[in-house]
């Protein structure tokens, strides 16, 4: 068992890992992307290899997004094809082979691989050309499969895929591979950490994170296009805040096990030194270097603050823990907490997230509230616990946050539990 002060050592780590960061799946979005320019290509998707499973990653379909209003997204499928010769996907995975196929409607019987029709007949999209490139490391490691859809040419007829198609794509699959997996290993050694330092039940720790992150990228997605934030600055916020979000709760490794795993309700005590994760949290991102550090200090810091001004820690110090000046409160009553809009943005998107996810989830201290009861408890803290039009945007955006519950569900023991997601 490591100390506290060994977590906090190892953890101190993290400070320096992340300015090298970059997420997985924003990565794998701008792959799929300039993939498809490369092509003009209407659709694609990558799949991510899990263990003998492809596991659906990202999706992009121009045709079937232009039928949803401006900013909405696919929702996310939870989508996985076995790794075998069967289907095209699963194909390409297991022989490392491209597949270029002009038309998968018209595939010949005595193929190893069949086209499955499930994707089509739910959304009603028609697949036509369709080149399926594996995504290989320099170690011949196969980690998923890129696979472009209906090539289009300057009427935006589909065509099929050209040799000089193939040759340009392989070149990009290969540079997206190791992409790929640079990210994969960054993604696993930062959850590695967050369980080293032993934080919870480790079954619990990757999908929370994961949870809080992405529930906290929507919200924050659609707060920006309110305010006409240029794409391209999101997508880069989306970066940094899909990290910094992760490690809200870092901070905890400086607590006691006693405390953090104590199966019933806290004393007041014990809550006072729980609270201090927070300032312990932006004391690890406390040597700013980049944005990813900044954010994550900011993150840690605030995402236990409330709108009304009853959260803490308030306006402290991280370095000390005091009072900044001008704050400091009453002589023997609790520090006031920030109010409105001091709280910053990151922190008032993050506690949303996390108040939602740890309501619905298992704690160590609690059973999970079903969905009604989460959904109300958010609603009834607009305008005392959260910024209500956080509140709005999320109730809004309902249907993606239940489909980031889908994606990352808790394990049970012994079930396969890779590293990166
Ligand atoms: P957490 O488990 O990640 O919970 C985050 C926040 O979700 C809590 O912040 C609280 O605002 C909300 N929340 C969680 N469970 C409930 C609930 O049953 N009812 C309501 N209304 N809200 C809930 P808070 O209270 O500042 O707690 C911070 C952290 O302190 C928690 O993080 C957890 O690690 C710990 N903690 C809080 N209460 C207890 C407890 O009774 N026992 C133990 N062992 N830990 C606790
Ligand atoms: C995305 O990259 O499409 C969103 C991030 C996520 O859901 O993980
Ligand atoms: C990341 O988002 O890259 C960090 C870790 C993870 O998602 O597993
Ligand atoms: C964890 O689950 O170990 C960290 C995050 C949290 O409890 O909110
Ligand atoms: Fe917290
Ligand atoms: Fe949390």
Redesign the pocket.
């Known amino acids: 068992m490591l100390s506290e002060k060994q977590k906090l050592d190892t953890l101190m780590l993290l400070g320096i890992e992340l300015n090298r960061i970059h997420?997985l799946?924003?990565l794998?979005?701008r792959v799929l992307t300039r993939a498809r320019q490369f092509v003009n290509a209407d659709a694609g998707s990558i799949y991510i290899r899990q263990g003998d499973r492809l596991i659906f990653a990202?999706s992009q379909n121009d045709t079937l997004q232009s039928k949803l209003p401006v900013g909405e997204?696919l929702i996310?499928q939870t989508f996985s094809v076995a790794v075998d010769p069967t289907s095209i996907a699963g194909y390409a995975a297991a022989t490392g082979k491209l597949l270029n196929i002009p038309d998968v409607y018209t595939l010949s019987p005595d193929k190893r691989y069949q086209f499955s029709r499930r994707f089509d007949q739910a959304s009603g999209y028609v697949t036509r050309s369709m080149l399926t490139i594996p995504l290989i490391t320099s170690k011949k490691e196969i980690l998923g499969i890129l696979q472009i859809i209906n090539a289009q040419d300057h009427e935006k007829r589909i065509r099929p895929f050209s040799q000089t198609d193939e040759k340009v794509m392989l070149h990009f699959a290969g540079m997206a591979a190791v992409a790929l997996e640079r990210a994969q290993m960054t993604r696993a050694m930062i959850l590695r950490m967050i369980r080293m330092a032993e934080m919870r039940d480790p079954r619990e720790t990757g999908p929370h994170v994961?949870r809080v992150?992405?529930f906290s990228?929507e919200i924050y997605e659609h707060w920006a296009r309110r305010r006409h934030i240029p794409e391209k600055e999101i997508d880069k916020t989306?970066d940094v805040l899909?990290m910094a979000a992760m490690l809200h709760d870092v901070g905890k490794v400086a607590t006691s096990d006693l405390i953090l795993k104590k199966p019933t309700q806290l004393s007041s005590e014990e809550y006072e030194v729980m609270k201090q994760h927070t300032i312990q949290g932006a004391r690890l991102f406390s040597n700013v270097q980049s944005d990813y550090d900044e954010a994550a200090a900011i993150i840690a810091l605030n995402h236990h603050e409330k709108w009304d001004g009853s959260g803490y820690p308030g306006h402290v110090d991280p370095a000390t823990g005091q009072p900044l000046p001008g704050h400091e409160g009453k002589a023997g009553e609790a520090l006031p907490g920030k109010k409105g809009e001091e709280i910053p943005i990151f922190g008032r998107i993050v506690a949303i997230a996390d108040v939602y996810d740890a309501l619905s989830s298992r704690r160590c201290y609690k059973d999970p509230w079903d969905e009604a009861n989460s959904i109300e408890t958010i609603s009834q803290g607009a305008g005392t616990h959260f910024d209500p039009e956080l509140v709005e945007i999320f109730l809004n955006r309902f249907a993606f946050i239940r489909a980031?519950q889908d994606?990352y569900t808790e394990k049970e023991v012994g079930e396969e539990d890779p590293d990166w997601r």
Request: overall charge neutral.
């Open positions: 997420d799946d924003i794998l979005e990202q997204k996310y994961n992150a992405d990228l989306r899909r980031i994606r």
